[in-house]
């Protein structure tokens, strides 16, 4: 079955910290995983898309990285900032037919002062 | 400036009284879906539009309907609202070629009581 996992649920961290957000998947056969950004009451905004070739890529702040070995991918974020408050979702996309996506249910992200 | 627009943005109605929500985009794409939102849950989708007057059932299409009359509209339809469709619902549109990125509109949050 395919499926994407993410960990942790939700995370508070201070302001101007690190964080690394994890994302576990399931899909086959792949065709590139995405990370979104969705802040409350937004649509989702793409924050970076990788293919099976790419290791890792960079948005900013934000860097995703892929294994597509062990099919993980994660998200850290530098120097955290008050509006990286959001929620922070991992997708992947089926490879073939029409554009399939596997969504995770997110990270919920709060960044404090 | 390229979007996805969805309205009525906030809906609260009563269980089955019919109620459409529309989606439309600029950006002359041919494929456009509906996902929906739930807590704990990653976006699901409803429906999908691979071009006008060609429509398909996503993974949660029961109790919903769509129509692709027009390239740049796709409404979602609900004939009969029940309390179980109380939801955040998203439109999306998406270019084609790879990596076949999706841009959401900013969603409808919908009550039925």
């Known amino acids: 079955k395919n499926q994407v996992e993410q960990s942790p649920q939700s995370l508070i961290i201070l302001e101007g910290k690190n964080c690394t957000l994890q994302?576990?998947?399931?899909?086959?056969?792949?065709?590139?995983l995405r990370w979104y950004k969705q802040d409350t009451g937004r649509g989702p905004v793409s924050l970076t898309i990788m293919t099976f070739s790419e290791n890792t890529k960079s948005n900013g702040r934000y860097t995703a990285t892929l294994d597509a070995d062990t099919k993980q991918s994660s998200l850290h974020i530098t120097a955290s900032q008050l509006s990286d408050s959001a929620s922070y979702i991992c997708v992947v996309r089926v490879s073939g037919g029409y554009n399939k996506l596997i969504f995770g249910a997110g990270t919920r992200l709060a960044v404090h002062p | 400036e390229a979007q996805v627009t969805q309205n009525p943005r906030y809906l609260i109605t009563v269980t089955g009284k019919k109620l459409t929500v529309t989606c439309s985009q600029n950006m002359n794409h041919e494929y456009m879906s509906w996902y929906r939102q739930d807590p704990g849950l990653g976006l699901r989708q409803i429906y999908y539009s691979m071009n006008v007057e060609v429509t398909d059932k996503g993974d949660v299409p029961e109790g919903y309907k769509v129509s692709r009359k027009e390239k740049r509209n796709f409404p979602l339809i609900l004939e009969s609202p029940s309390p179980n469709q109380t939801s955040l619902y998203f439109c999306a549109s998406t270019p084609p070629g790879l990596p076949y990125e999706q841009y959401f509109g900013p969603g409808t949050r919908l009550t039925v009581t």
């Open positions: 994302c576990n998947y399931t899909v086959s056969p792949f065709s590139n």
